[in-house]
């Protein structure tokens, strides 16, 4: 990494990453292809698995502990959600 002349940085070495959690495969082979045209490194990780424990069932969980505490607000608790 160096400074240029008009206070900006520039890298000599670039990677991109993509990270899948339930991206289709045409997306994913998109992502690769940008990567290719500009000529960086690109990482592809899949993450589907984690994603769902880590994120979507507690997220599940938390709405359903809501729902279940205050039973007389689901509906405004729902509504938020579209």
């Not at 900006?8 to 993509?18: A, C």
């Not at 589907?48 to 709405?63: C, L, R, W």
Request: net charge positive; aromatic share 10%; charged share 30%.
């Amino acid at each position: 990494m160096y400074p240029d002349d008009a206070g900006g940085l520039w890298f000599d070495h670039i990677v991109t990453v993509t990270v899948d959690v339930g991206l289709r495969t045409a997306e994913l082979k998109q992502a690769e292809d940008k990567a290719k045209l500009l000529g960086t490194e690109h990482y592809h990780h899949r993450r589907q698995g984690e994603f769902v424990s880590d994120y979507i069932f507690p997220t599940i969980k938390a709405m359903a502990d809501l729902i279940q505490r205050y039973p007389d607000q689901a509906h405004r608790i729902r509504r938020r959600g579209r």
